[in-house]
């Protein structure tokens, strides 16, 4: 076969440092957003939705053949953390936490994905990103150590 092709989706999940509502702003976190995604197209990992609330973020992407999922976790992080820094007063201490969410998405399920991502606003009345988060981690099958999951 001349050509290489890869249909894996993920649904990458971080949030802010200590969870601090860096992203309260409607405009901002729009920006962010779209910000987001400019990074994962440039590392061949186009997103297929990005959302999320102030403290963390959802991302829905393609993933490239050419890229570990550390590395565009890793690569995401760090050129959004330099760029929101310069996007107001308030965001001079912004951060990502250390740590991530990566769940693998079956094609079948990408739309109940999208909507879930759409959703963020309303889900978090109710649930809390820890609550959440550790359910992501139910869902999968993860184990995990609860003193390492929040930093």
């Known amino acids: 076969m001349p050509q290489s092709l890869s249909a894996v989706y993920l649904h990458l999940v971080f949030s802010t440092v200590d969870r601090r509502p860096f992203l309260v702003d409607p405009d901002v ?4 957003h779209a910000y987001l995604a400019g990074i994962t197209r440039r590392l061949d990992c186009p997103a297929l939705l990005i959302g999320g609330v102030s403290d963390h973020v959802h991302i829905l992407v393609r993933h490239g053949r050419t890229i570990s999922q550390a590395d565009l976790i890793k690569e995401t992080k760090r050129a959004s953390s330099i760029w929101v820094k310069d996007q107001g007063p308030g965001l001079s201490n912004f ?5 991530y969410g990566v769940f693998s998405v079956d094609a079948a399920d990408l739309d109940a994905i999208r909507t ?3 959703n963020q606003e309303a889900h978090h009345r109710v649930v809390t990103f820890k609550d959440e988060f550790l359910e992501l981690l139910r869902l999968h ?3 995990w150590d609860e003193r390492y999951v929040w930093d």
């Open 141 to 143: 099958n993860l184990e």
């Open 95 to 99: 951060g990502w936490q250390s740590g």
């Open 29 to 32: 976190r729009a920006k962010m």
């Open 116 to 118: 879930y991502i759409e």
